[in-house]
């Protein structure tokens, strides 16, 4: 596609479920970014994925976080045993990786909402 | 010490006046630099890079570099009711990945 698509757009899960937020980056895009934006701040750097190198998973913020890429196309972050405090909007991110301007390519975010 | 800085604000500013936007990062080793602009409910886009010391500058938007100081602007001139978003600093360093700022809420006052 143009651009990063994310799905779904919104989730509204309760409290103990799995969730798996789904990101298919800009074809050719090397790099893959995972970031959660809480209401009202910044981001917060997840993962990241570039090429066939082992991810960057420094982010994370607990074991129930993990991610997944299949070669250089989608990915997946899944959060298990959800909790309140990870109601955020997770936000999927793609770049030409080594080589290029170093811009990020946002998708329109996952919203998720743990009840 | 957060690795990149930024006030939250709101800074205000009135139509046509200078907004100035600030950040400063604590990795040395940093080597991009970038700013990018979300409106509200809306993702970030990229403005600006900058790579090297000193200014550049593209249409009313001038980014300054001073790593000595660890220093990053942002300036907008003649600023626009549409320009009101939350200005986000991103520094790609050792880390591999861009580490973002928590935002300055911009609002340009008609």
């Known amino acids: 596609g143009a651009g990063v698509s994310q799905s779904p757009s919104n989730k509204v899960t309760e409290k103990g479920k799995d969730v798996e937020l789904r990101c298919d980056p800009i074809?050719?895009?090397?790099?893959l970014y995972w970031y959660r934006q809480r209401l009202g701040q910044g981001l917060e750097f997840l993962i990241y994925?570039?090429?066939?190198?082992?991810?960057?998973k420094s982010g994370l913020p607990s074991d129930r976080f993990s991610a997944e890429r299949t070669g250089e196309s989608v990915s997946t972050l899944t959060i298990q045993r959800t909790q309140q405090e990870d109601s955020a909007v997770y936000l999927c991110?793609?770049?030409?990786?080594?080589?290029?301007?170093?811009?990020?390519?946002f998708g329109e975010g996952s919203r998720l909402t743990v009840l | 010490q957060k690795e990149v800085e930024q006030n939250s604000g709101p800074l205000s500013v009135p139509e046509g006046a200078i907004a100035s936007l600030n950040c400063t990062y604590s990795?040395?080793?940093?080597?991009?630099f970038f700013w990018y602009r979300q409106y509200s409910g809306k993702s970030p886009e990229l403005i600006m890079f900058?790579?090297?010391?000193g200014d550049k500058e593209d249409g009313r938007f001038t980014a300054q570099l001073n790593k000595a100081s660890q220093y990053v602007s942002l300036l907008i001139r003649d600023s626009q009711p549409s320009d009101s978003a939350t200005y986000l600093c991103?520094?790609?360093?050792?880390?591999?990945?861009?580490?973002f700022g928590s935002g300055t809420r911009l609002q340009v006052q008609p």
């Open positions: 991110a793609s770049s030409a990786g080594q080589g290029g301007t170093g811009e990020l390519f």
């Open positions: 994925f570039q090429g066939n190198s082992a991810p960057d």
């Open positions: 991103a520094v790609e360093g050792g880390r591999r990945a861009l580490t």
């Open positions: 900058i790579y090297s010391n």
């Open positions: 074809s050719g895009h090397t790099a």
């Open positions: 990795d040395r080793g940093s080597q991009s």
